[in-house]
Structure formats: C-alpha cells, structure tokens
C-alpha cells in the first residue's frame, strides 16, 4: 500500500478534522486528493533515474552519430548506432514491469500455443 504525503512539506502525517478534511503537521488543511502525493518506493526512483540516465546517452550518441556523418567515419557510424540500437533496446524492454513483459511475450506467442 502506497503512502499519501503532503505536497507542501512531504509530511506523511495528518490529524483529522472533519470528514473528508486533514489538517498536516505543516497546517496546511488538505480537503482534496490533489493536496498530497503517492510516497514512491526506491525501485521506482531508481528505475526513473536509470531510464534519465539512458535517454541522456541516447541523445549524445545521437550526437556523435551526426558527427561521424559528417566526418564520413564508416567504423564510429556502425559503432554508435549499434550502441543506440542497444540502449533503445534495453530502455523498451528491460524497463518495463515483468507483469508487462509477460503480456506482450503472451500476446506474440499467443499464434503458437495450441490447445
């Protein structure tokens, strides 16, 4: 179960007013759902931070593969543009929830399975 934050301090606890009305350690009154936050696990955060970090490279390989263009380099052409084909690769399927994962793997061998 996720836990409900304030978005003012981060706070994760309320005093209860009235029905429907929290009052946080900050005092702020929180009367709608749009007042807090979900609390994000670590795994989460991580995930985030990896998928930052490989957009990031995907974007300066993209870079220097306009680069070897210009310079006509063959060999940093073919280099770069498997590296990209890797991250692009890694950033759609290892990223994803198994739960996903496993309905897509279904889904393309659902033609195959007979019963």
Known sequence: ??????KNCGNSEFYVLNVGETLCKCGKRLTKLTDYQWE????????????AEIISK???????IDECLDRRDEEGFKKRTFELKLCEHFLDNSLQ?????LRE??????????F
């Open 40 to 51: 994000n696990s670590q795994k989460w955060k991580d995930i985030q931070r990896r998928r």
């Open 58 to 64: 995907m974007s300066l390989l993209k870079r220097e």
């Open 105 to 114: 793997r279904i889904k393309q061998n659902q033609d195959k399975l007979s």
């Open 1 to 6: 179960m996720k836990k409900l934050i304030c």
């Open 97 to 101: 929830s198994p739960q996903v994962r």
